[in-house]
T-cell receptor, first 112, second 114 residues
Framework: DQQVKQNSPSLSVQEGRISILNCDYT??????FLWYKKYPAEGPTFLIS?????DKNEDGRFTVFLNKSAKHLSLHIVPSQPGDSAVYFC???????????FGTGTRLQVFP | DSGVTQTPKHLITATGQRVTLRCSPR?????VYWYQQSLDQGLQFLIQ???????AKGNILERFSAQQFPDLHSELNLSSLELGDSALYFC?????????????FGQGTRLTVV
């Protein structure tokens, strides 16, 4: 049972344009959501998070949007840079669980 | 550098063998998580310890076990290894064992079972 889903395995975007990565979840008890970035042969690196009491959180070029009614969140990267090329994981946790549940990841490629 | 240290980085072993993966959390973090990433798969949660006690369990096989020691480092023991156990094993740590906190990951241990 995949509680956190990233339905797009890959995304290709031109440098300078916006990258939008999507994530859906099924567990209504989730109340905290995170995005991680992973380069090959490295561990995931925390990028940005959002609590369910908010619908938007921004950090520099990265913005996460949360739509609780749709159980959907997205990560916007503007402008995209070649160094953003990596696998992005969406993760969720809730007050009923201490563990982070991860999606399967989306591989982002930013080309010049 | 996340501050989470995993050893060894690489491990090659034969089927049927037993291995131990080690994780040192960030200074001050009480919670340790173990995740498995098989080829092109997501991160599968295995188990979590908080201040020495098991806090949450995921899809961890009975052949696998873990513990967290008084100095807060953790070990993941994998026994009777099968080819399908080949994967990246990640350890993560966080300050507290509750939700609404980010976890920081180590570089992982790549296990190859031959």
């Amino acid at each position: 049972d995949q509680q956190v889903k990233q339905n797009s395995p890959s995304l290709s975007v031109q440098e300078g344009r916006i990258s939008i990565l999507n994530c859906d979840y099924t567990n209504s008890m989730f109340d905290y959501f995170l995005w991680y970035k992973k380069y090959p042969a490295e561990g995931p690196t925390f990028l940005i998070s959002i609590s369910s009491i908010k619908d938007k959180n921004e950090d520099g070029r990265f913005t996460v949007f949360l739509n609780k009614s749709a159980k959907h969140l997205s990560l916007h990267i503007v402008p995209s840079q070649p160094g953003d090329s990596a696998v992005y994981f969406c993760a969720a946790s809730g007050t009923d669980t201490d563990k982070l549940i991860f999606g399967t990841g989306t591989r982002l490629q930013v080309f010049p | 550098d996340s501050g989470v240290t995993q050893t060894p980085k690489h491990l090659i072993t034969a089927t049927g063998q037993r291995v131990t993966l080690r994780c040192s959390p960030r200074s001050g973090d009480l919670s340790v998580y173990w995740y498995q990433q098989s080829l092109d798969q997501g991160l599968q949660f295995l188990i979590q310890y908080y201040n020495g006690e098991e806090r949450a369990k995921g899809n961890i096989l009975e052949r696998f076990s873990a513990q967290q020691f008084p100095d807060l480092h953790s070990e993941l023991n994998l026994s009777s290894l099968e080819l399908g156990d080949s994967a990246l094993y990640f350890c993560a740590s966080s300050v507290q064992g509750q939700g609404n906190t980010e976890a920081f990951f180590g570089q992982g241990t790549r296990l190859t079972v031959v």
